[in-house]
């Protein structure tokens, strides 16, 4: 069955409401203007299994801007990205969405300002794409924006190039198709800020830059995006700002031409780097020395 803990987050709250009788009325998102902190963890310590996974890590996503989560296999950045969605309680640390705890708001203020795209989404029951994007409006019911639906879904279908596979079972997907579909989802759900963790995994050559360049435009129409990612070439491209992690350590934070050095990426991945200015004068290319 399919993780609703986001884009079902609003039905979940409903259940809730029935249990206690007691659900506040969700407070509507308000206004976000550029370079307003949508969402910091400040100083967060994690530990899982027995073992420190984060350690003392603080990061700012602001609106306008994409920041990508860098790092070697077992980094943090997954577990810095559950930190932030709310996923993962951490030791110690806090954090901050929208200028309130996380833990303040409801699981339907939540969906109604930040959308959450898994590493992995899976279905035990045959939805249509079209029934899985529109999940992504189920924080909207009841509200002036529940009108937007049908366009929202539309448009959401179009941008992830995936409006042929409307009526095809998510079951039937290849592990591709079903990435975009899970981002078409995300893009309807209409929230300032996009959570995105290895997006582009699944993905081909033309579909992994469909997807940076969608997050380029979410940030420069005003939004927000946090995004795991490997390739760091995407990331010197598309990103605003990166933040390097290395044994559960933020190692730097920064402009990508500030932190994607040959010196520092060597260190942190424990293989030679080399940093290639793009013939077309674009962002560098980072590569593996051979």
């Avoid at 809730?16 to 969402?39: C, E, K, N, Y």
């Avoid at 596979?165 to 997907?173: I, K, P, Q």
């Avoid at 946090?226 to 598309?238: G, P, R």
């Amino acid at each position: 069955m399919t993780d609703l803990r986001h884009e079902g987050s609003s039905f979940l709250g409903s259940l809730r409401t029935a249990v206690t009788g007691a659900r506040r009325r969700s407070l509507l998102p308000g206004p976000v203007s550029p370079g307003d902190v949508v969402t910091s963890a400040h100083a967060v310590s994690l530990t899982l299994g027995g073992a420190p996974v984060l350690r003392d890590v603080s990061v700012d996503v602001r609106a306008g801007e994409v920041r990508a989560l860098l790092g070697p296999n077992g980094a943090g950045k997954s577990s810095l990205l559950a930190v932030l969605t709310g996923d993962l309680t951490p030791e110690s640390g806090d954090v901050v969405v929208h200028g309130s705890a996380l833990g303040s708001w409801t699981p339907t203020e939540l969906a109604m300002r930040r959308a959450v795209l898994l590493q992995q989404v899976s279905l035990s029951f045959p939805f249509t794409a079209v029934d899985v994007v529109r999940m992504g409006r189920s924080p909207w019911r009841g509200t002036p924006w529940e009108d937007e639906d049908d366009a929202a879904v539309a448009e959401a279908l179009a941008a992830t190039d995936v409006e042929h596979l409307a009526e095809r079972h998510f079951t039937s997907l290849s592990g591709g198709e079903k990435a975009r579909v899970a981002l078409s989802r995300v893009l309807a759900q209409r929230t300032t800020l996009l959570m995105l963790d290895e997006p582009t995994a699944a993905l081909d050559l033309k579909h992994q830059e469909l997807v940076l360049r969608l997050a380029r435009s979410h940030a420069a129409a005003g939004g927000a995006v946090v995004v795991v990612v490997h390739d760091l070439s995407l990331a010197a491209a598309y990103a605003d700002h990166v933040t390097l992690l290395a044994g559960g350590r933020v190692a730097a934070d920064g402009e990508p031409r500030d932190v994607l050095t040959e010196s520092l990426l060597s260190d942190v991945y424990d293989y030679p780097v080399e940093i290639v200015e793009h013939p077309g004068g674009g962002a560098p290319i980072v590569l593996p020395r051979r």
